[in-house]
């Protein structure tokens, strides 16, 4: 039997160790400074749309939108030895990455963390890299964006035919931003 399995964090002893991050059954204590890794700082939590916000309010929210251009960076070489560069406000003027490299850069977090790496590159953005939190606020973004675009279809959806039968209360109730019929 080997050594038995540690149950309080030290960085020491997992980041730059040359440890394998453990994708399965990954140990709390594990999970818990992962967590800590990828929280969002509370100064940008705030341009995340709250989830208890109303429908009507999301839909009129300003957001930026999702790329749907290709990446063809990996997850894997995504992530930077060099410590971030870039200023955070580029996180409110630049689009939201790609979902299929969101979810490439979800992949690899965990070997490129225990490996060290410190920023995320993003290609998209000559010489940009950006602190690993990054990854939680797209991803958070990203569930945001894909909230409000399924609703902006029900709104449509009602505005066009909701106008005939009994739907058209609700289509102008909608419309005229009330959520109860009328």
């Given amino acids: 039997m080997g050594d038995p399995l540690p ?21 709390a204590f594990i999970l818990t400074e992962r967590s800590k890794v990828l929280q969002i ?19 009129k929210c300003p957001l930026l939108p999702q790329a ?8 894997s070489s995504s992530y930077s030895d060099e410590i971030p560069n870039e200023n955070l406000a580029c996180l409110l003027m630049q689009p939201i990455p790609p979902k299929s490299w969101l979810q490439a850069l979800e992949a690899a977090f965990g070997q490129a963390w225990f490996d060290g790496r410190r ?9 940009s890299r950006l602190p690993l ?9 990203s569930r ?22 009994d739907l058209g209360e609700w289509a102008i109730a909608l419309h005229g931003r009330v959520l109860v019929p009328v």
């Fill in 7 to 27: 149950t309080v964090w030290d960085e020491r002893a997992w980041i730059r160790a040359g440890k394998t991050y453990p994708s399965s059954d990954t140990p």
């Fill in 41 to 59: 700082p509370s100064a940008y939590i705030s341009n995340i749309p709250d989830k208890r916000l109303s429908i009507i309010d999301l839909l």
């Fill in 68 to 75: 749907s251009v290709l990446i063809s960076q990996k997850g």
């Fill in 119 to 127: 920023s995320i590159v993003d290609s998209r953005f000559k010489h």
């Fill in 133 to 141: 939190w990054v990854l939680s606020y797209w991803k958070e973004m």
């Fill in 144 to 165: 945001v964006l894909e909230q409000r675009a399924m609703w902006k279809k029900a709104e449509e959806w009602l505005l066009r035919w909701g106008e005939s039968g």
